[in-house]
């Protein structure tokens, strides 16, 4: 290469390599300079591709080590890259960066499927895999043999030259009917505005939805107030709006999203989609797409989720009707209302929710300041799995905001390294997630520690001006479940210790990775955890404890209505991807898929299937059934701390024998036996929610 000499004369070399002269190891932020990253992108891919022929070109015999383990750890430096880059590109982009994202985004799906297609490289793998019997391999080593072989051949590496064609072709058209999929749902989105000029008719609704509605309307040069299908402006106003009528026209155009005679309809494309997925699953050698997703999933089989989704929907059914029962009373009483239709469900909720707790986040927000509510975090941590978070000031931050710290074990040794950056501005996407700039890995005897980073949105501060009085960042309660949340992935990362990177921390099946987040949350309303952390920012006073009773009978009010909706879409996303050929019309088969899940009267100008876009655009399909999944794991798991204490040593050691610092070694449901003694099982989950 002609230039590489004078690319490493610059600072490009500072992230081509994986390791940088800095504490722990860390990435060297400042040293980076935007324009180097492409390059950086180019010398690191083909430096990977070299790894990869020199496996292939490798003149010995295939082993599990100059195989397996050579290809586990071959590119290197390109996914140090990658995390930092796309870290940032999240965290605290810019127009270049964005730039660049695009660029370099095809150039690593180029890489990643020339790998895949890469037949030498098959070869070997498979004449490693086809001896597993005979090699003495540990679990974890079984399990990453079985990955990378499995990474092939559910891309069709066994297939004859003729399937592998009509496997690409299948491809092919499903990217294009996922993508037409979505975008008619956006079109159909964004062709839809109510405009009112009436004030009285927007009655009930709050003044932020108000203006945002107005400043919508005079970017129409028009007067009043114009609403959209767009959730922030959908959501307020069939929840807040008095009017009925009103609320009835914006539900039904909703539910008519491309399921219209028009351009957008997306009937055919739900069909094709299906039926182009059970082609696939089929050609590959599986039953089903259901079979083909769920072959790595905890839940392993269609019929165990639908025995899942069955015996939820049983169990939760009897607390949902009195529910129903009991907000039909409830409109009845307060509107003479008969019969609840889809248009009422959200507005008789709140008001009835409202009546019931009147629970005012700014009367909580003074117990939850960030900074103690993050060391009740740390302290929670260190009660449970025996780790110290110290603040350093010797590592590099890629903002102000961010905070760095070292995280210790018992004697002292580096467990991690912690990043936090927790408020909003330019540059940062929404929402909250943990993310990792090095995975946890042990190679040549040495157990690399990793470097965790959780991402936030909360509400920042208020410094002081003229105008106002300096005050510190206060956390709604859902700020501070989402912090334990986020703080649950991250222990999920930094108390790993597996061998091979790709099957560390939360590199674990899907329906199994929202475990240790979700567990997490469940510290937020106990007493014993509360105190440590729930002081009034002034007065020092630990929350009230009718605070904390409200704020947990709140969170699970109409639960089981809410229950029974989570299961409806799970059940029809099993449905449409188990027996596909069983679909005459989207409509009637969605009916008769939902049938007794909902209470409300049917509709028969909507259908939800058209605008599902978590099974048909994105990558729920035969996985929307994980997020109750999800629910039943963590607290079926935080009954045995229940069960043992919430601070119970053992249990959480063993929690973090078994699972923590397991990542994906081995199959999620043996780990979970492992820790729990027996499968999960629904009723921790409907005894907390309420149901029974
Ligand atoms: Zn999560």
Not at 368 to 379: I, P, Q, R, S
Not at 481 to 495: P, R, W
Not at 588 to 614: I, L, Q, R, W
Request: hydrophobic share 35%; aromatic share 12%; glycine share 4%.
């Amino acid at each position: 290469m002609k230039n590489s000499v004078k690319l490493c004369e610059t600072n490009i070399m500072k992230i081509l390599t994986s390791t940088f002269q800095t504490k722990h190891n860390t990435a060297p932020f400042s040293q980076i300079k935007i324009e180097d990253y492409q390059p950086a992108f180019e010398e690191n891919i083909a430096k990977a591709r070299a790894e990869i022929n020199a496996i292939t070109n490798n003149p010995e015999a295939p082993t599990f080590e100059n195989t397996i383990e050579a290809l586990e750890f071959s590119g290197e430096a390109l996914e140090r890259l990658s995390s930092i880059f796309f870290n940032l590109n999240s965290a605290e982009t810019c127009d270049e960066m964005q730039k660049i994202a695009q660029d370099v985004s095809p150039l690593l799906t180029a890489f990643s499927n020339d790998i895949a297609l890469n037949e030498d490289l098959f070869k070997r793998v498979k004449a490693v895999y086809d001896q597993k019997e005979t090699l003495t391999l540990s679990p974890e080593q079984s399990t990453l043999l079985d990955k990378k072989f499995k990474s092939f051949s559910r891309n069709g590496a066994l297939l004859s030259d003729e399937k592998k064609e009509i496997l690409r072709g299948i491809d092919k058209i499903l990217a294009k009917l996922k993508l037409t999929f979505g975008e008619n749902v956006l079109a159909e989105t964004n062709n839809y505005k109510l405009h009112i000029s009436n004030e009285a008719e927007i009655k009930g609704l709050p003044e932020g939805t108000k203006e945002m509605a107005r400043s919508l309307a005079k970017s129409h040069d028009l007067e009043g107030w114009m609403f959209t299908l767009d959730f922030p402006s959908y959501l307020p106003f069939v929840t807040y709006i008095e009017n009925r009528e009103l609320r009835k026209e914006m539900a039904i155009a909703a539910g008519k999203k491309a399921f219209q005679e028009n351009d957008y309809d997306n009937q055919e494309n739900v069909k094709n989609i299906v039926a182009l997925r059970h082609d696939r699953a089929r050609l590959l050698g599986y039953k089903s797409h259901s079979h083909f997703v769920l072959e790595e999933r905890m839940a392993q089989t269609p019929e165990k989720v639908q025995s899942f989704l069955n015996d939820l929907l049983s169990k939760a059914k009897p607390a949902a009707e009195k529910e129903f029962a009991q907000l039909t009373a409830f409109a009845k009483e307060l509107d003479g209302i008969d019969h609840l239709e889809k248009w009422d469900g959200a507005y008789y909720s709140e008001k009835l929710k409202q009546k019931l707790f009147n629970l005012d986040d700014e009367i909580l927000k003074p117990y939850f300041k960030l900074e103690n509510v993050l060391k009740g975090a740390f302290t929670i941590a260190e009660k449970l799995f025996g780790i110290t978070f110290n603040e350093v000031f010797d590592i590099e931050k890629y903002h102000d905001d961010v905070q760095t710290f070292e995280v210790l074990d018992f004697e002292g040794r580096l467990v991690a390294v912690f990043y936090t950056d927790f408020f909003p501005r330019k540059g940062k996407r929404n929402g909250a997630w943990m993310t990792s700039f090095k995975p946890q890995y042990i190679k040549e005897e040495i157990n690399e520690r990793p470097h965790v980073s959780i991402v936030c949105n909360f509400t920042p501060p208020i410094v002081s001006s003229e105008k106002s009085e300096a005050k510190p960042s206060l956390l709604t309660f859902n700020e501070v479940t989402t912090l334990f949340h986020e703080f649950g992935h991250a222990l999920h990362g930094m108390l790993a210790n597996t061998t091979y990177p790709s099957l560390s921390g939360t590199s674990v099946y899907w329906d199994f990775v929202e475990l240790p987040s979700q567990v997490m949350e469940n510290w937020c309303y106990e007493p014993e955890a509360l105190s440590i952390f729930a002081k009034h920012y002034e007065t020092g006073e630990i929350i009230p404890q009718h605070y904390v009773e409200k704020i947990k009978e709140s969170a699970s009010f109409l639960e089981g209505m809410a229950t029974l909706r989570q299961l409806s879409f799970g059940i029809l996303d099993m449905s449409f991807h188990g027996k596909p050929q069983e679909i005459l019309t989207v409509k009637s088969f969605e009916k008769s898929a939902m049938d007794g899940t909902t209470f409300y009267p049917d509709v028969a100008e909507n259908c939800m299937s058209t605008s599902f876009s978590h099974i048909f655009q994105g990558g729920y399909s035969s996985g929307y059934y994980s997020y109750k999944w999800a629910e039943v794991l963590d607290a079926d798991a935080f009954a045995y701390f229940q069960e043992k204490g919430v601070f119970d040593k053992e249990t959480a050691l063993k929690f973090k024998d078994t699972i923590l610092s397991k990542g994906g070694t081995e199959l999620p449901m043996e780990l979970y036996k492992r820790f729990r003694g027996q499968e999960p099982k629904p009723e921790a989950l409907l005894k907390r929610a309420g149901l029974i």
